[in-house]
């Protein structure tokens, strides 16, 4: 039986919140590893212990923990008995193979009840270890840190830390709806929205069958990705090409992008009122297009009443590039496609929109009716996680 010790992101969680953070981390865990005989998860002192039944399960628990948020790091572990002498044999049975080029032993002691002290138990068992293995200390940059917690009336003793995703558990944060095109930025916009505890609803606009397919595949491959980590999310997949070609019949081309963007934003609230959300995300960035100088965002944002989220708006290409690759929507991102802003829409869009000039466009149009019918004609798509993961791993040949 293995243990897999996993530490939440500490500050964020003190304080009387901790234990509704806390049930929310343990549900979302206990979904996220539905399947690989998880027997108890159990909550010794500060910790969150996951307890594995079957040692062939724990690479597969490893790898889905990487999707958990509000984890800081976590630890494959081993519990054994109070007992210094104990924790010494088990380490020693333990140890991993090979030679690392130095060690430490660092202990931890939680129940300060127990009467051995931390430097105490760390030279106890240090020396055994280098009398066993013929190692060298490292105090300051081990090759290997073998941990020990002393919670309780139990230990634990691991080798090594592994990063989590960080951030809040998924539901403590309400829900938002997220604008989901085939670009870079509008995952990585989405995702940081949920590491911070939020439940997203996807909505992807598309121009079939003016244009291809594609953009709706990206879309859920995206949609897909970003289940991991909340397991399950709804895919909103809405038409707008007629719309955008009724547009062109009224408004100058130079406001188009605008008329669009603040459709795209109506459609949203209403889904968003349809789901429980509290706020639009977008992946806007200033300055990065045409459509995304100040005063565009703030002619589109004024189209709703709901607060519209940016969380990219003040990062660098690269930055958010990089954020993509970690992320992994990178690939699916850069699969050339033919975006809906692209279609009936200018090579110059008007870089500073008035709000007048745009409401004045925006009368000749059955507004209403437009948001109607894309709701109506839209697709709702659902994905679950891990079921779908596996139906994302790519194909022999592709
Ligand atoms: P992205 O890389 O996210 O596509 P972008 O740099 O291409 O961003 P725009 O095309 O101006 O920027 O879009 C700005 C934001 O508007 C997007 O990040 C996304 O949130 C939203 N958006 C744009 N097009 C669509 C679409 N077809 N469906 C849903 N949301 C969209
Ligand atoms: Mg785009």
Redesign the pocket.
Known sequence: MVSVLLRYQELALKGKNRPWFQRHLIRHLRRALAGLGVREVRVPMGQIEVVVGRDSAVAEVRERLRYVFGIANFSVATRVSLDVDAIGDGILRDLPIGNPSSFRVRVRRADKRFPVRSPEIERAIGGRIAAARGWSVNLRDPGLTIGIEIVPGEAFYHFGKEPGAGGLPTGTGGRVV????????????AWRMMRRGCTATF????SYPFLSRA?QDK?RELAAILTRFQLSSRLQL?P?GEIQRQVTLAVPSALR?IVY?RL?FRVATRIAARVGAHGL?????VG??A??TLENMAVTGAAVSLPVFRP?IGMDKGEITAAAQRLGTYPV?IVPDE???TLFTPRHPVTRARLDEIESAERGLPIEEFTEQAIRQSVVERFECPAMVSGLQPRPGS
């Open positions: 997220a604008l989901l095109s085939g670009g870079i930025d509008s995952p990585v916009a909505v992807h606009f598309h953009s879309a809405v707008i992008v963007r795209m995300v977008t992946g806007d960035v990065q297009v459509s995304q990219l991102s975006d809906c802003c």
